[in-house]
């Protein structure tokens, strides 16, 4: 059986990327291009900045996908873009430049739902991983914890009520003047620092919804009344009160849904404290843990491609007059 390759585009925030994978979900180039030193100095992504610099980047980046899988358009079968959630300015460029391809080259097009590629994240690496599964997926943006009960098919367990997880450490890294983005700031700075400061867990031991906006204004008020704290403290007193929040809910997401492993996925899964409890719980439970590569937990083309050609053979092409969705939501 010969492989058919898929290019996937991604743009829906401040990742320029490009990737070529085959039907066998083996990547074959996965190029990101991050936009982070041109939003560092004001302090979070702004949209306009953000698209701007999709459109200069997005040829190159596809380019460069193409030379290092050592393939030519003509081998390319399907091209596939981040339709959404995302910034509409910048979806655009990439489901735009997908459309363009997909005429000049005569292939089918597909968009995909940027969440669901973050689902399927972890099949890169482990493409059998066994189903049902848990997947907790943490990012910028999102905070879900998800039933896969089969391939295309979950069910939404919970998700944030206010802030999303990676929102929580971007805000309480602004405040310790520790810069943009703050969740790998205070990941690194927690190393430093001990868990001596009891924050709340908000809504621990009520159901699968999350709530973090709470603990952020707790850190803020705590560190603005108690100045002389070392920051280090802080930063992993706050990081053990989330990775406690995450790792107690997958962990009764689990037993209520009789998943045979945890899988994480999106941006904070890259956080390391998170990445050692969801080892450290399944291994304590008899259960599977999955935790992909860091450079596969934040926005890459490689997870868009390979949810491009699951849902292609599913449900075929996509129209080229079908457009971009900034509030698309996940549904199993
Ligand atoms: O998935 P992602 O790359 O983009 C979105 O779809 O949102 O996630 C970005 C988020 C940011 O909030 C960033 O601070 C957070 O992931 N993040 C981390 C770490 N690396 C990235 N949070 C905690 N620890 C990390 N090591
Ligand atoms: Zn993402």
Request: proline share 5%; glycine share 10%; charged share 20%.
């Amino acid at each position: 059986m010969t492989s058919e390759l898929t290019l996937g585009i991604e743009t829906s925030c401040d990742e320029t990327a490009a990737s070529v994978v085959t039907s066998e979900n083996v990547v074959l180039s996965s190029v990101v291009s991050s936009q982070v030193d041109l939003h560092a100095r004001y302090g979070g992504v702004v949209p306009e900045v953000a698209s701007r610099a999709h459109v200069g980047l997005v040829n190159p980046v596809i380019a460069q996908a193409l030379v290092e899988a050592g393939v030519e358009p003509k081998d390319i079968d399907l091209v596939a873009a981040t339709k959404g959630p995302g910034l509409i300015g910048s979806l655009l460029v990439g489901v735009s430049a997908a459309k363009a391809l997909s005429l000049v080259w005569g292939i089918p097009y597909i968009g995909v739902n940027h969440l669901e590629a973050h689902l399927y994240s972890c099949f890169l690496e482990e493409p059998d991983l066994e189903l049902p599964l848990v997947v907790l997926l943490v990012s910028g943006g999102h905070t879900i914890l998800v039933s896969m009960e089969d391939h295309l098919q979950y069910s939404i367990l919970g998700q944030t009520l206010d802030d999303a997880v990676g929102e929580a450490y971007d805000k309480v890294a602004r405040y310790l003047g520790l810069g943009y983005p703050g969740g790998p700031a205070i990941d690194q700075l927690a190393v430093h620092g001990k868990n001596t400061i009891e924050f709340p867990r908000p809504i621990i031991n009520d159901g699968f919804d999350f709530s973090f906006s709470g603990l952020k204004t707790a850190v803020i008020n705590y560190v603005r009344q108690n100045p002389e704290t070392p920051t280090e403290d802080v930063a992993a007193s706050f990081q053990e009160a989330v990775v406690e929040v995450l790792t107690t809910k997958a962990r009764k997401a689990l037993v209520n849904t009789g998943a045979k492993g945890l899988c994480i996925g999106g941006g904070v899964a890259a956080n390391s404290r998170l990445r050692e409890a969801v080892f450290d719980i399944c291994l304590e439970d008899g259960l599977h843990s999955f935790v992909p590569s860091r450079a596969y937990c934040t926005d890459n083309a490689a997870m868009v491609a390979s949810t491009g050609w699951r849902r292609f053979l599913e449900d075929g092409p996509d129209s080229l007059d079908s457009g971009a969705d900034p509030n698309l939501k996940l549904h199993g």
